[in-house]
């Protein structure tokens, strides 16, 4: 039993190395943790008290397996369910992660891992910035890493507002804080950018302003936050505009075709859900799929919305990614799915606020902080069922307060 929970637990720790840089990594030890953590939790002569103590959390596991079973009845049926179970099979981490979590070694071994990771990822987006822009930034590049563009910004946006409020007790995060913003920046990705922007305001003025009482620091952070404005201003007036302009390009929906095509896309998947009702009952109950592409497709080629949109719109137009991760969901998956995830993670986060366990401890509030900013980003991105929400599931078991679950 102690040698395979060391196992298990070694196996975690290369997962979490690899979480924010090598997919193949993330797939390979996932999936070996998943296999030894389920073995070491089914060993446990307390098992059953286990699933007890963790069974808000482990609702989760079973909302996915009642997922798989639906993807069989999808548009897409049987045949290919099984890319459903694969891509998702994070879920099946939880209890593995709730088993190690517990530890508060384990617990903080495993938040320096994932820092560790995502410098990694950092450095890798800078080698990339020097190779193929030259260090010379402008509104429209992407800086990306080794995931893509917006997989990478989704990535660091929750790791930097996990270690968030935790930089006023420890030195070593805030160079990887720092260094982490320099590269969201570099990503000019406007979705995280938006949730980081937001969920920082949300700490600075809600929880270290309004809860905390700390008027100093926030009045001492404030002056500093506007003196390197005003020096990059002074000093680097070029890139400050730059930076400018691709933040106000969001507002654009005249000429700015990203903008465009994602509200086509958002009409476009509302009006086939709406009409799916009617049309097609099997989408509407259990989804076209998890990667159908004609059936999204054949809908809207057939309308005159699309025959008449310009060629620069349709570019920007996928039948895969409704480019919302609520309306992604829904038609996907199906209404049964999306209202059992959703609505199930509304009553969880609902809990966990009521607990108000986060407003003391800064692993507690740091999770939850990246769980909001995954939900807001989720407005503009599909950022489910990929490479990003392993993190977001690994940070979100983080939020457990292990303590008080340990001590009743």
């Given amino acids: 039993m102690k040698k395979l929970e060391r196992i298990s637990e070694n196996i975690l720790y290369i997962f979490l190395i690899s979480i924010c840089c090598f997919k193949g990594l993330i797939n390979s030890f996932g999936g070996l943790f998943v296999l030894t953590s389920g073995i070491l939790i089914y060993k446990l002569p307390n098992r059953k008290e286990f699933f007890q103590k963790y069974k808000y959390e482990l609702i989760f596991t079973g909302i996915y397996l009642i997922g798989c079973i639906l993807e069989i009845f999808s548009v897409d049926g049987l045949s290919k369910s099984y890319k459903f179970l694969y891509k998702n099979f994070y879920f099946l981490m939880i209890p593995g992660l709730l088993y190690f979590y517990e530890k508060e070694k384990i617990e903080k071994r495993a938040i320096y891992l994932i820092c560790f990771s995502l410098l990694i990822g950092i450095f890798e987006s800078f080698r990339q910035f020097y190779t193929i822009y030259g260090l010379h930034y402008e509104s429209w590049i992407r800086v990306e890493s080794f995931f893509d563009i917006g997989r990478w910004g989704s990535t660091l946006k929750m790791v930097l ?33 938006l949730a980081f922007i937001c969920c920082l305001i949300i700490y600075v003025f809600g ?46 929906l005249e000429n700015n ?33 998890f990667e159908n592409r004609d059936t999204i497709g054949n809908y809207i080629t057939q309308k005159e919305s699309w025959k008449n949109a310009s060629s620069s719109l349709k570019g920007a137009v996928s039948f895969t990614d409704a480019h919302n991760i609520y309306i992604h969901t829904f038609v996907r998956k199906g209404v049964i799915y999306g209202f059992l995830f959703w609505g199930y993670m509304c009553f969880y986060m609902l809990k966990k606020l009521k607990e108000k366990e986060f407003l003391e401890d800064d692993i507690i509030l740091g999770s939850l902080l990246s769980t909001l900013g995954f939900f807001i980003c989720g407005i503009v991105y599909s950022n489910v069922f990929t490479f990003d929400t392993f993190v977001f599931f690994t940070i979100f078991i983080l939020g457990v307060n292990y303590r008080k679950i340990t001590n009743k």
């Fill in 207 to 252: 929880y270290l302003l309004c809860y905390k009482k700390k008027i100093k620091i926030v009045l001492g952070s404030g002056l500093i936050f506007l003196g390197l404005i005003f020096s990059m201003k002074t000093f680097y007036p070029e890139q400050i505009n730059k930076i400018n302009i691709r933040l106000q390009s969001s507002r654009n």
């Fill in 161 to 193: 507002l996990l270690i968030l409020p935790m930089l006023r007790k420890n030195i070593f995060l805030w160079g990887v804080f720092v260094l982490g913003c320099v590269s969201l920046i570099l990503n000019n990705s406007r979705g995280p950018w």
């Fill in 257 to 289: 075709y990203s903008n465009l095509g994602r509200t086509f896309m958002w009409k476009e998947n509302l009006l086939f859900l709406k009409d799916s009702l009617k049309d097609n009952k099997r989408a509407f109950f259990f989804g076209v799929g």
